[in-house]
């Protein structure tokens, strides 16, 4: 009778198991069968805030502060001649966040503007120089009159990427 229950036990042990691996391979299956384009480090699909709430993350950063920060936008612009930074609106189109990659490790397709990106990294307040402000307007295109405009520092919200999701 013993051995009965054991085989028993045993038998909803070992479906409990493959019942649980069933589980994660149909969640595994659902995250491979979505239609992004991966750069950088791997993200998940799962557990990101909206552009509105980054942007409230980023109202409460000082200059010097730092926070990792996971969420998702459409693209704004990007650089036309590499496809090394893009920018994402935060919450609206007043406000702006320039992404760079991670030590240069990656860049966006030049085609990129306008689509659905979920990003993770590291999100800070930076204030930029002219110099390096009309150097972005140069590499957006602006016109050479937009760009002669550029005559004080700016203040941006800042984000370094470790790793983008571009859906397709």
Do not use: Q
């Amino acid at each position: 009778m013993k051995k009965i229950g054991i085989v028993l036990l045993l038998s909803f042990a070992i479906a409990a198991c493959n019942s649980a691996k069933n589980d994660t391979n149909k969640e595994n299956k659902i995250e491979e069968n979505t239609t992004y384009s991966s750069f950088g480090d791997s993200l998940s699909t799962l557990d990101y805030l909206s552009s509105n709430d980054a942007l409230l993350n980023y109202k409460a950063l000082k200059l010097g502060d730092t926070i990792n920060l996971k969420f998702n936008a459409n693209i704004k612009d990007v650089c036309t001649k590499k496809g090394c930074w893009m920018t994402l609106p935060a919450g609206n189109d007043d406000e702006t966040i320039m992404v760079r990659f991670k030590d240069y490790g990656f860049f966006m397709p030049l085609d990129a503007a306008g689509k659905e990106v979920i990003v993770a990294g590291k999100a800070f307040v930076n204030e930029v120089s002219v110099a390096d402000l009309k150097h972005y307007a140069e590499d957006a295109g602006k016109s050479p009159e937009e760009i002669a405009d550029i005559t004080e520092p700016a203040m941006e919200f800042a984000f370094e990427a470790n790793g983008v999701l571009l859906k397709k």
